[in-house]
């Protein structure tokens, strides 16, 4: 079954933390994949995205997500949190025509 | 360039009527999808519509329909509501939805908060 699990559903630290938020997958064939992020009141946001070539992608505000493929995951870090990274968290899956979003990581950024 | 747009923004509305969601994609994109997003479930994918045509459908039961127009403009209508159609609605376009190129990167829209009682 195509599905896609975020291990981690709450995230605190404190500001200047780094972050790793795991993403695994599981879908038969090729995939694009991605990070979105809903900051508090906004609308979902592509955060940054993998379709081929280097598999350490940068995104926006820092971020950076490193495709294994091996391990079908796709991992989103950044070195240094700040409190306005605070917000939801989705990694997502694009097979035929249709995507597939994990559950969502809460991550609450301490001052 | 505006945004994708949806209403209502907020509706409520009571087990067993039915409701219409809008949506209106980026100028120029033709690929609109639909996710309900729940706590806990995160957005499950509910259909997509390409050029009028449905290209992929979710898991979700009969009572969930949508169209789309030939503006790109789409609906979305659920018939005799449960009270766990209660949801965050979201539409997200994209230029084609297809393929290994950024054409597929998908735009939200702020979504429509239904609420069934």
């Known amino acids: 079954a195509q599905s896609v699990s975020q291990h981690n559903h709450h995230v605190i630290l404190s500001e200047a933390a780094s972050l790793e938020l795991g993403c695994n997958y599981s879908?038969?064939?090729?995939?694009?994949l991605f990070w979105y992020v809903q900051y508090p009141g906004q609308h979902l946001q592509l955060l940054l995205k993998y379709f081929s070539g280097d598999p350490l992608v940068k995104g926006i505000k820092g971020f950076e997500a490193e495709f294994i493929k091996s391990k079908f995951s796709f991992n989103l870090r950044k070195p240094s949190v700040q409190w306005s990274d605070t917000a939801e968290y989705f990694c997502a899956v694009q097979g035929t025509y249709k995507y597939i979003f994990g559950t969502g990581t809460r991550l609450k950024v301490l001052a | 360039k505006a945004g994708v747009t949806q209403t209502p923004r907020y509706l409520i509305k009571t087990r067993g009527q039915q409701v219409t969601l809008s949506c209106s994609p980026i100028?120029?994109?033709?690929?609109v999808s639909w996710y309900q997003q729940t706590p806990g479930q995160g957005l499950q994918f509910l259909f997509e519509?390409?050029?009028?045509?449905?290209?992929n459908k979710g898991n979700f039961p009969g009572r969930f329909s949508g169209r789309q127009f030939s503006n790109s403009r789409s609906e979305m209508n659920v018939s005799t509501l449960e009270l766990g159609d209660s949801a965050l609605y979201l539409c997200a376009s994209s230029l084609s939805g297809q393929g290994r190129t950024s054409s597929y990167e998908q735009y939200f829209g702020p979504g429509t908060r239904l609420t069934v009682t």
């Open positions: 100028s120029g994109h033709r690929s």
């Open positions: 879908y038969g064939g090729t995939v694009n």
């Open positions: 519509y390409f050029s009028e045509t449905q290209r």
